[in-house]
């Protein structure tokens, strides 16, 4: 054992290279010493924070400085993105002759905060603006032909849309020849036979495009209002210091791109980075009356916080047919109306909340019935009275419990129409590509994906898609497995390495909260919260610290000692004290 690992890190070697615990196989991986020492050493952060830092590819001090301290200047140039100038040209004409201009969105959260982002500035720029959200149940995703139609019928000449238009060949051709110019930004993966747009800003289009390739919706449609504000710069309608300050526009952009789950590398995790810190001092009425709905008025807003509080909230208004509300709430200019939309948009979310759960009880209760199911790789239900809107919600629970690709239909209009959610390993949207054949229309991501298809494709659907899966996923029961990055013991949980943990936030896909073992402690104090979360307060020396495990139990379950955890620190706030608190993911 070398000198250098004696202190305080011999423990990690006496602990095997995996471990089975209660739920998943847990695999401690291995560690470069080296080049943590080296990080450690060259930006002064405790060996436990270099340590983690090398397992998030990081390679370099450089490249750890820059992860842990995300700076705007190191955004990529808009102009990665090909044909940015196209749309900017042709929206400045649209600013200039007076055009009527039609921001077209989506009525989820990174759809309605692309939307607010591009009317808010196109009007700041003196442009004639108005936004468009289709309605989830009755027009349901993307470009309509009949929405398009109507706004001919307003003398709209531009449409430009965020977070949707790539795969909306007919109501794209339709717009053309009423004489309507379409603009699309998205970033959906785009298919093979693109529509027929003036300008198509999908950063996914183009194989060069490397920084930008991930971001959500509205990440592109800030990007295209940075390139309109070089534009105006150069054209010298502004000095550099009276221009807008698109900083400004962090806060939803933070909000879209992390709910939508984009991958928060790269240029991401520096606009969501940023983005959050602007989201904690918004002075935007809309989010901060829901940020007072959601209890977070005065604390620093967090990714769990977008995740499980202001994101649901904001969704919850599409999910249940009409985003509108949400929109209006973002873009609200007056402090009283923006607390009566809060109001709103959270009784909503609770409507929603209630009919998911009746809604899985009712899934469950039919893949029950269906011993198919046991032996399937897949999940494929259909069921002509499911709610559309919370079908994408009651998958992802359905992937959580079974582990398999989950597809839920509903009948809308003589066809059935739905949701998709993958596991991690699995590309569901080009699984949907291969099945497309038996589709009418699909689209979306590797683990999320929308779909559409006649009453009679069902059954050739269902088969194709399993034959997928199971050539795919390996047909034996493999164990759920669990990324363990190191071993720790309690007191190197401190707050001091908290402040650095934060700074790598925000986690999510591309950016796993760091997760830790440790063993060798006692257990002060155990208690079971509402029969499934198990509490724990532990002992190691002179450090005592508190865990909470969520749903870790089944009910009626005795409580487990257990000796040995995996578990990611958190601070907690409660009644305006801060404690570290280790949120367990298992043990054994
Ligand atoms: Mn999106």
């Given at each position: 054992?070398?000198?250098?690992?004696?202190?305080?890190?011999?423990?990690?070697?006496?602990?095997?290279?995996?471990i089975?615990?209660?739920r998943?196989?847990?695999?401690?991986?291995?560690?470069?010493?080296?080049?943590?020492?080296?990080?450690?050493?060259?930006?002064?952060?405790?060996?436990?924070v270099?340590?983690?830092?090398?397992?998030?590819?990081?390679?370099?001090?450089?490249?750890a400085?820059?992860?842990?301290?995300?700076?705007?200047?190191?955004?990529a140039?808009?102009?990665?993105?090909?044909?940015?100038?196209?749309?900017?040209?042709?929206?400045?004409r649209?600013?200039?002759?007076?055009?009527?201009?039609?921001?077209?969105?989506d009525?989820d959260?990174?759809?309605?905060?692309?939307?607010?982002?591009?009317?808010?500035?196109?009007?700041?720029?003196?442009?004639?603006?108005?936004?468009?959200?289709?309605?989830?149940i009755?027009?349901?995703?993307?470009?309509?032909?009949?929405?398009?139609?109507?706004?001919?019928?307003?003398?709209?000449?531009?449409?430009?849309?965020?977070?949707?238009?790539?795969?909306?060949?007919?109501?794209?051709?339709?717009?053309?020849?009423?004489?309507?110019?379409?603009?699309?930004?998205?970033?959906?993966?785009?298919?093979?036979?693109?529509?027929?747009?003036?300008?198509?800003?999908?950063?996914?289009?183009?194989?060069?495009?490397?920084?930008?390739?991930?971001?959500a919706?509205v990440?592109?449609?800030?990007?295209?209002v940075?390139?309109?504000?070089?534009?105006?710069?150069?054209?010298?309608?502004?000095?550099?210091?009276?221009?807008?300050?698109?900083?400004?526009?962090?806060?939803?952009?933070a909000?879209?791109?992390?709910?939508?789950m984009?991958?928060l590398?790269?240029?991401?995790?520096?606009?969501?980075?940023?983005?959050?810190?602007?989201?904690?001092?918004?002075?935007?009425?809309?989010?901060?009356?829901?940020?007072?709905?959601?209890?977070?008025?005065?604390?620093?807003?967090?990714?769990?916080?977008?995740?499980?509080?202001?994101?649901?909230?904001?969704?919850?208004?599409?999910?249940?047919?009409?985003?509108?509300?949400?929109?209006?709430?973002?873009?609200?200019?007056?402090?009283?109306?923006?607390?009566?939309?809060?109001?709103?948009?959270?009784?909503?979310?609770?409507?929603?909340?209630?009919?998911?759960?009746?809604?899985?009880?009712?899934?469950?209760?039919?893949?029950?019935?269906?011993?198919?199911?046991?032996?399937?790789?897949?999940?494929?239900?259909?069921?002509?009275?499911?709610?559309?809107?919370?079908?994408?919600?009651?998958?992802?629970?359905?992937v959580?419990?079974?582990?398999?690709?989950?597809?839920?239909?509903?009948?809308?209009?003589?066809?059935?129409?739905?949701?998709?959610?993958?596991?991690?390993?699995?590309?569901?949207?080009?699984a949907?590509?291969?099945?497309?054949?038996?589709?009418?229309?699909?689209?979306?991501?590797?683990?999320?994906?929308?779909?559409?298809?006649?009453?009679?494709?069902?059954p050739?659907?269902?088969?194709?898609?399993?034959?997928?899966?199971?050539?795919?996923?390996?047909?034996?029961?493999?164990?759920?497995?669990?990324?363990?990055?190191?071993?720790?013991?309690?007191d190197?949980?401190?707050?001091?390495?908290?402040?650095?943990?934060?700074?790598?936030?925000?986690?999510?896909?591309?950016?796993?909260?760091?997760?830790?073992?440790?063993?060798?402690?006692?257990v002060e104090?155990?208690?079971?919260?509402?029969?499934?979360?198990?509490?724990?307060?532990?002992?190691?020396?002179?450090?005592?610290?508190?865990?909470?495990?969520?749903?870790?139990?089944?009910?009626?379950?005795?409580?487990p000692?257990?000796?040995?955890?995996?578990?990611?620190?958190?601070?907690?706030?409660?009644?305006?004290?801060?404690?570290?608190?280790?949120?367990?993911?298992?043990?054994c």
């Amino acid at each position: 054992m070398g000198e250098k690992y004696k202190r305080g890190r011999t423990i990690v070697e006496s602990v095997p290279k995996t471990i089975q615990g209660t739920r998943y196989l847990w695999q401690l991986s291995h560690h470069d010493h080296e080049l943590a020492g080296e990080i450690g050493q060259a930006l002064q952060i405790p060996p436990l924070v270099a340590l983690i830092l090398t397992k998030r590819q990081i390679s370099s001090p450089s490249q750890a400085r820059d992860f842990l301290y995300s700076r705007l200047e190191n955004l990529a140039s808009p102009h990665q993105l090909p044909d940015i100038e196209k749309a900017v040209i042709r929206i400045v004409r649209a600013i200039e002759h007076r055009e009527q201009i039609v921001v077209y969105g989506d009525y989820d959260v990174d759809g309605i905060a692309a939307t607010a982002l591009l009317v808010h500035f196109i009007s700041r720029l003196g442009g004639k603006v108005q936004w468009y959200l289709p309605h989830r149940i009755d027009e349901g995703y993307g470009l309509n032909k009949r929405a398009l139609s109507q706004l001919h019928g307003q003398s709209v000449s531009l449409v430009v849309t965020v977070d949707c238009g790539s795969s909306d060949h007919d109501a794209i051709q339709h717009a053309r020849e009423l004489g309507i110019d379409v603009i699309v930004t998205d970033h959906h993966q785009p298919p093979r036979h693109l529509p027929a747009a003036n300008v198509l800003l999908n950063p996914k289009l183009d194989q060069d495009v490397t920084e930008l390739r991930d971001l959500a919706g509205v990440g592109v449609a800030f990007y295209l209002v940075t390139a309109l504000r070089t534009h105006f710069r150069r054209s010298g309608r502004w000095n550099v210091s009276d221009q807008p300050n698109l900083r400004e526009y962090l806060d939803w952009v933070a909000l879209g791109t992390l709910a939508d789950m984009a991958p928060l590398t790269s240029t991401n995790r520096i606009l969501t980075s940023v983005g959050l810190l602007e989201l904690s001092r918004t002075s935007r009425y809309g989010l901060r009356a829901l940020r007072e709905i959601c209890g977070l008025d005065n604390s620093q807003v967090g990714d769990w916080d977008v995740l499980f509080r202001l994101g649901p909230r904001l969704n919850a208004p599409g999910r249940m047919g009409n985003g509108e509300l949400a929109l209006r709430l973002l873009l609200s200019t007056d402090l009283s109306e923006a607390r009566t939309l809060a109001r709103q948009v959270d009784e909503i979310n609770r409507e929603r909340q209630v009919a998911e759960d009746k809604l899985l009880a009712e899934v469950l209760a039919s893949v029950e019935a269906d011993n198919s199911f046991q032996a399937s790789g897949s999940l494929v239900l259909a069921s002509p009275g499911w709610h559309k809107g919370l079908l994408g919600l009651v998958a992802s629970r359905l992937v959580e419990r079974f582990n398999k690709p989950t597809v839920l239909l509903t009948q809308v209009d003589q066809v059935w129409e739905g949701s998709g959610r993958s596991v991690p390993t699995f590309d569901l949207h080009r699984a949907l590509d291969c099945c497309s054949e038996h589709l009418l229309r699909f689209g979306g991501h590797r683990q999320a994906a929308g779909l559409r298809l006649k009453q009679e494709q069902l059954p050739g659907f269902r088969e194709a898609f399993e034959s997928i899966v199971t050539k795919e996923i390996p047909r034996e029961d493999l164990p759920r497995t669990l990324k363990v990055d190191s071993v720790a013991r309690l007191d190197e949980i401190n707050p001091g390495v908290m402040t650095y943990l934060e700074l790598m936030q925000p986690f999510g896909v591309g950016n796993p909260e760091p997760i830790f073992c440790c063993q060798d402690f006692q257990v002060e104090n155990l208690r079971i919260l509402k029969g499934s979360h198990l509490q724990l307060r532990l002992r190691q020396g002179n450090t005592r610290l508190n865990a909470i495990g969520f749903r870790l139990l089944e009910s009626g379950q005795t409580a487990p000692v257990p000796e040995r955890l995996v578990f990611s620190p958190r601070w907690n706030y409660w009644q305006g004290e801060k404690r570290l608190q280790l949120y367990i993911i298992d043990y054994c």
